[in-house]
């Protein structure tokens, strides 16, 4: 009877949950560990667009079944809306997928098809459990169907394996093809080869400097589908048919196995927020740039083996900034990445239409920290956002710059 009553709690409370996208806590998704699903959406039809997912393999629990192998049985759904803000559900459905290839290093895949009509936008809430252990991720797309050449009207495969890739970062030696969905032709890639700054503090008076849409060199290929793309020099290339708009396809080439961190030099850049001008120069110019680093840790943290365990924090969230904040920057020097890396995971995400609202501390109570961070047009991402800054900051940020010098993990 109690098993019975617990079942039925459970059912209730996901039947009551939040309707609206802008009413779910999406906190959990800015972890560094747990699931961590990659989705995005192609216009297959008129009609119809495919909701792309993928998870990792290494991030599921895969447990022993009756005939002694071992299994991982993975839940994938969708709620799609009109907005954020819309309590109606448009469209929904799921999948589950039981998998026994325990280790493979290629992630579970799942494609499911959702209704949609030309000319409007969507908000599609992305729902993935891991069944052995209840354990779920949400995360949250914004699509547009009202333009001809917005980048869901494209499908990128990797070449030659033929996955679907649901993320648009390229290495340099990736090969992949694209699909599209409309006209095909002479098309145009216009290349940004630009290395861009570091976020200023969020107490910094920030001049907004407009983008320069200039492209740094721009060239014609012949765009048919299957046509094969690579791009070995680090930068973002918008791919387009016709100039004089600026939707199109955006792939993104930075340092190698991005978003991980492989180099010693950029174990160095990404500490820039917690070192003084002195420091930073210093490991710069090393000559043994690793031994520079680990240096650096053991002194903040006063032993070998803290230092391993603070090393594990901070490039952790680096690369999951990464993997969460990329636009036409690396994720971790975005204003949304800053404040991830030094504060860590908020206790709250809200996502509006045109804002993403971050606390620390309890939601709506004195002493919380919140930042707020507005959503910014963008041709080549969904995923740009500048941070509303002000001088209150100043004190929160270097309490939390001293704490990781004092060798402790702010919001561990």
């Given at each position: 009877?109690?098993?019975?009553?617990?079942?039925?709690?459970?059912?209730?409370?996901?039947c009551?949950?939040?309707?609206?996208?802008?009413?779910?806590?999406?906190?959990n998704?800015?972890?560094?560990?747990?699931?961590?699903?990659?989705?995005?959406?192609?216009?297959?039809?008129?009609?119809?667009?495919?909701?792309?997912?993928?998870?990792?393999?290494?991030?599921?629990?895969y447990?022993?079944?009756?005939?002694?192998?071992?299994?991982?049985?993975?839940?994938?759904?969708?709620?799609?809306?009109?907005?954020?803000?819309?309590?109606?559900?448009?469209?929904?459905?799921?999948?589950?997928?039981?998998?026994?290839?325990?280790?493979?290093?290629?992630?579970?895949?799942?494609?499911?098809?959702?209704?949609?009509?030309?000319?409007?936008?969507?908000?599609?809430?992305?729902?993935?459990?891991?069944?052995?252990?209840?354990?779920?991720?949400?995360?949250?797309l914004?699509?547009d169907?009202?333009?001809?050449?917005?980048?869901?009207?494209?499908?990128?495969?990797?070449?030659?394996?033929?996955?679907?890739?649901?993320?648009?970062?390229?290495?340099?030696?990736?090969?992949?093809?694209?699909?599209?969905?409309?006209?095909?032709?002479?098309?145009?890639?216009?290349?940004?080869?630009?290395?861009?700054?570091?976020a200023?503090?969020?107490?910094?008076?920030?001049?907004?400097?407009?983008?320069?849409?200039?492209?740094?060199?721009?060239?014609?290929?012949?765009?048919?589908?299957?046509?094969?793309?690579n791009?070995?020099?680090?930068?973002f290339?918008?791919?387009?048919?016709?100039?004089?708009?600026?939707?199109?396809?955006?792939?993104?080439?930075?340092?190698?196995?991005?978003?991980?961190l492989?180099?010693?030099?950029?174990?160095?850049?990404?500490l820039?927020?917690?070192?003084?001008?002195?420091?930073?120069?210093?490991?710069?110019?090393?000559?043994?740039?690793?031994?520079?680093?680990?240096?650096?840790?053991?002194?903040?943290?006063?032993?070998?083996?803290?230092?391993?365990?603070?090393?594990?924090?901070?490039?952790?969230?680096?690369?999951?900034?990464?993997?969460?904040?990329?636009?036409?920057?690396?994720?971790?020097?975005?204003?949304?990445?800053m404040?991830?890396?030094?504060?860590?995971?908020?206790?709250?995400?809200?996502?509006?239409e045109?804002?993403?609202?971050?606390?620390?501390?309890?939601?709506?109570?004195?002493?919380?920290?919140?930042?707020?961070?507005?959503?910014?047009?963008?041709?080549?991402?969904d995923?740009?956002?500048?941070?509303?800054?002000?001088?209150?900051?100043?004190?929160?940020?270097?309490?939390a710059?001293?704490?990781?010098?004092?060798?402790?993990?702010?919001?561990?």
């Amino acid at each position: 009877m109690r098993i019975l009553t617990v079942a039925m709690v459970l059912f209730l409370a996901a039947c009551k949950g939040p309707a609206k996208i802008s009413d779910l806590n999406f906190s959990n998704q800015y972890s560094v560990t747990g699931l961590q699903p990659a989705a995005s959406v192609y216009h297959d039809q008129d009609q119809s667009s495919l909701l792309q997912v993928s998870v990792d393999r290494n991030e599921l629990l895969y447990k022993k079944e009756n005939d002694s192998l071992t299994y991982c049985r993975v839940k994938i759904a969708y709620r799609l809306y009109s907005s954020v803000k819309s309590p109606v559900i448009l469209d929904s459905s799921s999948v589950i997928i039981s998998d026994g290839n325990q280790g493979s290093a290629n992630p579970i895949f799942a494609t499911l098809q959702m209704k949609t009509v030309l000319l409007q936008e969507y908000a599609c809430l992305v729902i993935v459990t891991d069944l052995n252990r209840q354990l779920v991720a949400r995360i949250w797309l914004w699509f547009d169907k009202s333009k001809a050449q917005s980048r869901e009207f494209y499908q990128l495969i990797d070449f030659p394996s033929g996955r679907i890739k649901t993320t648009p970062f390229l290495n340099e030696t990736d090969t992949v093809t694209v699909n599209f969905k409309g006209q095909g032709g002479q098309a145009f890639i216009r290349c940004y080869l630009r290395d861009f700054p570091i976020a200023s503090p969020p107490f910094a008076e920030k001049i907004p400097v407009q983008f320069n849409y200039a492209a740094d060199s721009i060239y014609k290929i012949d765009f048919y589908p299957g046509v094969q793309l690579n791009f070995p020099r680090n930068g973002f290339y918008h791919i387009q048919f016709d100039t004089l708009k600026k939707a199109g396809l955006t792939l993104f080439r930075f340092d190698e196995d991005y978003p991980h961190l492989t180099n010693a030099g950029q174990l160095i850049e990404v500490l820039r927020y917690i070192t003084n001008k002195n420091e930073y120069d210093k490991m710069k110019l090393a000559i043994d740039k690793k031994r520079a680093v680990d240096l650096f840790w053991i002194e903040l943290s006063g032993s070998t083996e803290r230092a391993r365990t603070l090393i594990k924090k901070y490039y952790s969230r680096v690369e999951r900034a990464n993997s969460l904040f990329s636009t036409h920057q690396q994720g971790w020097k975005t204003d949304r990445g800053m404040i991830y890396l030094i504060f860590g995971k908020p206790a709250s995400v809200y996502v509006y239409e045109d804002m993403e609202e971050w606390s620390y501390g309890s939601y709506g109570y004195s002493g919380t920290l919140s930042f707020v961070f507005e959503k910014i047009a963008n041709p080549f991402s969904d995923s740009d956002y500048i941070l509303r800054r002000n001088p209150f900051y100043e004190q929160p940020w270097y309490r939390a710059v001293s704490r990781w010098r004092e060798g402790v993990a702010e919001n561990d």
